[in-house]
């Protein structure tokens, strides 16, 4: 059996694949070297694509499997007030990589209006993070953490400055480019700074589905880094489109047009990993020095109403600064520190503040003007208050410049430059159906005078004229 072989079969797979993996990635460099166990916790932070507030059963899911995210909130702490740091794919991560907010942070936009460079998937304008963006990694690296991602990157092109080895990435395999990323076959990913090929792709082929060599990726970094502390940041691409899966089950026989059938086989699949996650850390023994995140990066890229309601009770769907654009499931995990079997409905935080959180769990110093703090009193179940806060989003699309802001339970929008804003109570509004500004109107001078300073100016996104 040869490396691509080992790398086709299933993330658990026999002890000769397990060998061969480890060989290859000692090769390439990945295996770092055991460290003595340390008191900060291992940080392990899992995200989904395009997967939806309500797709998984412990959001109100009935018909989808997703056991182990289940599992999951059982034995931690579920947040329903938690948000995504933009309503697609580049900014979000950018928002999670650098603790700014999208008016402020490198990448505002999957691309740029000017400047950037053509990436791998084709298109221009890809903005990559520049060498002064310090990331989790970086802050987390320089507190003694070994490093390592596998999944989709989406924040810099090979050979520029964004490139994750060059943002505080020991060891990573992946997706560079986001459009790269929609076919689960591709013919490459990259390994560190080369190519690997997966030649069980080639000519056509479909051998080697990309979710599973990331499990397997993962599944390798654990073992070899168990001593810690280690970072692991795992941003799966399932379930965005394309719906491509190596079989449906267990959906195969249900009436459902074929494409909600690979969609939720998607995510069951995505689960039964996140399964072998915690089971590795289990059988390491390492569960407990381990903090685990899992969320998603975005709102659903369809709604799928009248089957999963993928986007629960809230307005829109990915794209959108409307909550369903922006609302994602976050569960936090840390056996013995984070309450388990627990419901957070009162905390409303946001992925900027995932730098500031585990620079605190390290015990770093928090690179200063960030946008997000750190919520880990919240995790520990200590008194925050954050209700006067205000979180933050923007972006351009279709030529026409779009705000949101939260602030305690109001909600602001703006879907035009020049429109005036939209004011929505999500306390007695979950779904903003019933904008309340024409009786609210100090609220909605706080709002506009936090829009006037919220962000900065941006070359990459100049507003529309």
Known sequence: MNLHECLAERPRGAGLCLQLLLLAVAAAGLCGPLHARASKPNIVFIMADDMGYGDAGSYGQKLIQT???????????????????????????????????????RVRGNFGVA?????LGGGEHRIPLRAE???????????????????????????????????????????????QAHTYYPTFLWLNQHRFQLTGNHDGRRQQYSHD????????????QAEGPFFLYVPYTIPHAAFEVPDLAPYAGKPWPEERKAYAAMITRM?????????????????????????S??????????LFDSAGPFREQKGSVYEGGIRTPMIVRWPGRVAAGETNDATAWYFADFLPTAADLAGAETPPGLDGVSVLPTLLGKSQDLSKRFLYWEQIRSKTFQQSARRDNWKAVRIKGDAPLELYDLSQDPGETNNVAAGNAAVIEQFE????????????WPLPR
């Open 115 to 119: 400047g950037g460079v053509t990436g």
């Open 449 to 460: 005078k936090y829009f006037k300073t919220a962000r900065t100016d941006s070359q990459e």
């Open 297 to 306: 990066d975005n709102g659903a890229a369809a709604r799928y109403d009248g």
């Open 133 to 179: 963006d310090r990331t989790v990694a970086d802050v987390l690296k320089q507190a003694g953490y070994t490093t390592g991602m596998t999944g989709k990157w989406g924040l810099g092109e090979p050979n520029t400055s964004g490139y994750p080895t060059s943002k505080g990435f020991d060891h990573w395999f992946g997706h560079v480019n986001q459009r």
């Open 271 to 295: 689960d039964r990993d996140i399964g072998y996650i915690l089971d590795l850390l289990d059988e390491l023994k390492i569960a407990d020095d381990t903090i685990v995140f899992f969320t």
């Open 67 to 105: 056991p182990n995210i289940d599992r999951l909130a059982s034995q931690g702490l579920r947040f329903t007030e938690v948000y995504a740091g933009a309503s697609v794919c580049a900014p979000c991560r950018s928002v999670l990589m650098t603790g700014l907010h999208t008016g402020h942070t």
């Open 213 to 224: 060599l990331f499990t397997s990726f993962a599944l390798n970094f654990i073992r070899h």
